[in-house]
């Protein structure tokens, strides 16, 4: 309870912290908000009641000029035409222009204005490539911890006393008597492991029943 007490108090927190920054953010500037200039119909160099075909046409004569492909020799040019770009977007959108509107006769409007700046913002970013991107995540991260324990479990059953004598006790059966040669020391540690290791490979492998059933099975 006191840790959900704590994460609670932090949450709210840095949500205080979020809206008193986007506010403070808007007080900055006037028109700081959408175009970073005096403001989007200054950028283009339009009416505030410029018609889209008027606003299309201003733009036009700015990519002419600052186009990256128009390869022009001012060294502002992409400077300009970045933010030419941002408010032609904003201006020929119906609802963007209706927000920026408000934006400027309401500027005292901090929290209001930041909403529908974010909301409109929110519309542009395509869900599904995002959800397809946490589900291969979420995929493969759930992949890595069954193979983790998976992995874990294998080993510490390898690591059972039962098995290590069941496994030694088959690995002996196909080692078969030791040689005339080994008739002292009987078959060598390494050979003796490998056989070992060998057997318990295969069983897990032709293993067909859940993992923690054949556990079970093979230590009886």
Same mark, same amino acid.
């Given at each position: ?6 994460? *609670? ?9 979020? *809206?008193?920054?986007? @506010?403070?953010? #808007?007080?900055? #500037? ?20 410029? *018609?889209?075909?008027?606003? &299309? ?13 128009? %390869? ?9 035409? +970045? ?9 020929? $959108?119906?609802?963007?222009? =209706? ?8 500027? =005292? =409007? ?9 909301? /409109?913002?929110?519309? &542009?970013?395509?869900?599904?490539? !995002? ?10 991260? &759930?992949?890595?911890?069954? +193979?983790?324990?998976? $992995? ?10 039962? !098995? /290590?004598?069941?496994?030694? %006790? ?5 080692? @078969?008597?030791? %040689? ?5 020391? @009987? ?17 897990? =492998? ?13 230590? *009886?």
């Amino acid at each position: 309870m006191k840790l959900r007490a704590m994460a *609670t108090v932090l949450l709210a927190l840095l949500l205080i912290t979020a *809206t008193d920054g986007a @506010g403070k953010r #808007s007080q900055k #500037s006037a028109m700081d908000l959408y175009c970073e200039r005096d403001n989007c119909y200054d950028v283009l160099g339009v009416e505030s009641k410029a *018609t889209k075909s008027e606003i &299309k046409r201003a733009f036009r004569s700015i990519s002419k000029q600052h186009h990256p492909d128009m %390869k022009s020799k001012d060294p502002n040019s992409p400077t300009i035409f +970045q933010a030419a770009a941002n408010a032609y977007e904003i201006l020929t $959108d119906e609802e963007a222009r =209706e927000n920026y509107d408000y934006y400027i006769a309401h500027p =005292e =409007e901090h929290m209001a204005n930041q909403f529908r700046y974010y909301r /409109q913002a929110a519309k &542009k970013i395509n869900v599904v490539p !995002v959800l397809i991107m946490l589900l291969i995540v979420i995929t493969i991260i &759930k992949y890595l911890s069954d +193979q983790f324990r998976y $992995d874990s479990a294998v080993t510490n059953w390898k690591a059972w006393d039962n !098995v /290590q004598v069941r496994a030694k %006790k088959e690995a002996l059966k196909v080692l @078969g008597p030791p %040689k005339k040669s080994q008739k002292r020391t @009987g078959h060598s540690k390494k050979a003796v492991q490998e056989a070992m290791d060998k057997w318990m490979t295969n069983q897990i =492998e032709s293993v067909s029943l859940p993992f923690i059933h054949f556990l079970s099975r093979c230590i *009886t």
